[in-house]
């Protein structure tokens, strides 16, 4: 019986592509003049004084801020302080109109039909909370927010950690053979049946969808099997 679903959203809900054409670049164009005008602000020092700690850079130094995180942009670095400033970022671009989050059309079909049916929703990624409520709130499907209970970041743990599903669960208060959780990164299913989910592997851009022990292994959202 499951009761509740965790999804991951880039590659799994939504593409690829547009996170790192779309939403990578323009929080890298923005950074520099984000920072300078935005300096000061609570939010924003408290996310600095952890880049400048693990970079072991001066506080006072914006213009290497700048270059630390232009590097982790491109290296795609999953760090949390990295993520809570590309949110409020991309808030700008969200609010202005200039992109809309994608969202794959089986994906919108399911998580629609999964929520009239009851089901509890739920989204985990890498992008901050903010980011998340922002990517579903601004979407070319429209205002989805509704359909999440929660959303789960990287303050969670990491998404290849075990112990980061546990913890989840823990919050969603369920047992873990109840939640399903959906994902492109085998690594990630494979951390989340550790702490005794139930699993989907999602290979959207696969010709031959590869087999798993332990995973459903799907090419979209339609041919998620759901027990209830
Ligand atoms: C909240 S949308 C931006 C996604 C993001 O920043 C990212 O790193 C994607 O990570 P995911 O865990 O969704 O694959
Ligand atoms: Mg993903």
């Known amino acids: 019986m499951i ?15 547009f996170v790192h054409q779309v939403l990578f670049p ?3 164009q923005n950074l520099a003049d984000f920072m300078r005008q935005q300096r000061g602000e609570d939010a924003v020092e408290v996310a600095l004084r952890d880049v400048a700690t693990d970079a072991k850079i001066d506080i006072a130094d914006t213009e290497a801020l700048i270059a630390q995180l232009l ?23 969200y609010r202005n109109g200039d992109f809309q989050a994608h969202i794959y059309p089986d994906a919108l079909e399911k998580l629609i039909a999964w929520h009239k049916q009851g089901m509890e929703l739920y989204v985990y990624s890498s ?13 070319e499907g429209g205002d989805l927010r509704y359909l999440f209970k929660n959303y789960f970041d990287t303050t969670s743990g990491a998404k290849r950690d075990w112990e980061s599903y546990r913890r989840i669960q823990q ?14 990164i085998v690594e990630e299913v494979n951390a989340a049946a550790e702490a005794g989910m139930q699993t989907a592997w999602v290979q959207r ?4 969808v590869a087999t798993h022990p332990q995973h459903q292994c799907v090419s979209n959202f339609a041919d998620i099997q759901v027990p209830q």
């Not at 009761?3 to 592509?17: H, L, M, P």
């Not at 795609?76 to 671009?93: F, N, P, V």
Request: overall charge negative.
């Open 205 to 208: 851009e696969s010709e031959n």
């Open 171 to 184: 919050q969603i208060n369920l047992p873990a053979s109840e939640i399903l959780f959906l994902s492109d």
């Open 127 to 139: 992008g901050s909370i903010h980011a998340q409520k922002l990517f579903f709130g601004f979407n």
């Open 71 to 93: 590097d982790w942009i491109a290296e795609d670095k999953k760090i949390t302080t990295l993520k809570s400033l590309q949110g409020m970022i991309w808030e700008y671009g």
């Open 3 to 17: 009761k509740a679903i965790v999804t991951d959203i880039e590659g799994t809900t939504s593409s690829i592509q």
């Open 26 to 28: 323009y929080a890298a």
